[in-house]
């Protein structure tokens, strides 16, 4: 292993980088933030001294020809991740995108096609697959302990729908719930399955107070062999992230699937005929072990656990998925 440090720029000042991801790349192992970027520098100036960041930009493109970074991560509004995540990638950096990854599968794809061209790595910031448990549970199913796949469930949806001026809200931005948070029982259901799905179908409460976005959804999507993911996502209704696979001979709960730092919140369920076993899980930063996963890769010591290719399949059942509500009709995916 290198013993230099994987050198990270942030462009923009988003919540989410200030809340969660920057202190998970600075508390991880193998890297260092170094450098973030706003379109105003009084804001970028404020939240490096915040965030304890040496460099401080006052435009997106300062940072990303910043010849001492190795990697961007990118928490913009969805409709300019395409646009920065290409031009990050033109000028030599790896870069990690928030999800989705695009607004659509076509975008991703081209996004695939410089990632490959420039020799960088790519990738959708999914933290929670980089937690243990998931490997785990997936072990779990594989090893017969809940009989065969029946049904997966998942949910994830918390309350914004008093806030105003929000980019969630906007359509042709990528707004609504499906793109915020549906997709991670999505992208759950599709790791627990190893599988892609057959066709989708779901229902939508688009709100003309919000933009006309999905405030709040519910959806059916089929996978091979008779399996389907039940899920409702939305951001007008109580916070909540659980997940559940139900299978002939037993079922694991996860009560909180997708967030949650408290201490025993990572435990999970295994009910089977024997009674309830709590599976105890680590409590870990996973914007940390996100970061050093994307590290190693870099370094060349492993693959990256979910690449791009992987994004671009997530993305393909979210456009089915929302065209399925806005035309009311049940939309198959051809691969």
């Known amino acids: 292993m290198s013993n230099q440090k994987i050198r990270w720029g942030v462009l923009g000042c988003a919540s989410i980088a200030k809340r969660s991801v920057v202190p998970g790349i600075q508390g991880s192992q193998l890297n260092e933030v170094r450098a973030i970027a706003s379109r105003s520098l009084e804001k970028s100036l404020e939240t490096a001294k915040e ?9 997106y493109e300062e940072l990303i020809n910043d010849q001492e970074l190795d990697a961007i991560y990118i928490p913009l509004p ?6 920065w995540t290409i031009k990050a990638m033109k000028a030599g950096k790896h870069v990690l995108c928030e999800k989705p990854i695009a607004l659509t599968h076509k975008e991703a794809e081209e996004m695939l096609l410089v990632s490959k061209e420039m020799g960088v790595i790519a990738a959708e910031a999914f933290m929670y697959r980089y937690h243990p448990r998931y490997e785990r549970i997936k072990q779990l199913i594989a090893d017969g302990a ?7 469930k998942g949910s994830f949806t918390f309350n914004n729908g ?14 609504g719930s499906l793109y915020d948070v549906g997709c991670y029982p999505i992208s759950a259901a599709r790791y627990f399955l190893d599988l892609e799905p057959i066709a989708a179908t779901m229902q939508a409460m688009f709100s003309e107070k919000h933009g006309g976005v999905d405030m709040m959804a519910a959806g059916l999507v089929e996978f091979p062999g008779d399996v389907s993911l039940l ?8 916070f909540r992230n659980p997940m559940e696979i139900l299978g002939t001979k037993g079922r694991i709960e996860i009560p909180h699937a997708f967030l949650g730092k408290n201490e025993n919140e990572g435990n999970y369920y295994l009910h089977t005929d024997q009674g309830v076993e709590e599976m105890k899980a680590e409590s870990l930063d996973t914007y940390s072990l996100q970061a050093d996963a994307f590290a190693r890769a870099i370094y060349g010591e492993q693959p990256l656990p979910f690449p791009l290719e992987d994004a671009i399949a997530n993305m393909k059942v979210l456009e089915a998925c929302l065209q399925s509500a806005e035309n009311g009709t049940r939309v198959t995916l051809n691969g």
């Open 51 to 59: 965030l304890n960041i040496p460099v401080a930009y006052g435009s």
């Open 78 to 83: 969805n409709q300019l991740h395409k646009e």
């Open 146 to 152: 809940i009989g065969d796949l029946r049904l997966i």
């Open 162 to 175: 008093d806030s105003t001026d929000n980019v969630r809200f906007v359509k042709e931005w990528g707004g």
């Open 231 to 238: 899920f409702d996502c939305g951001m007008w209704a109580a």
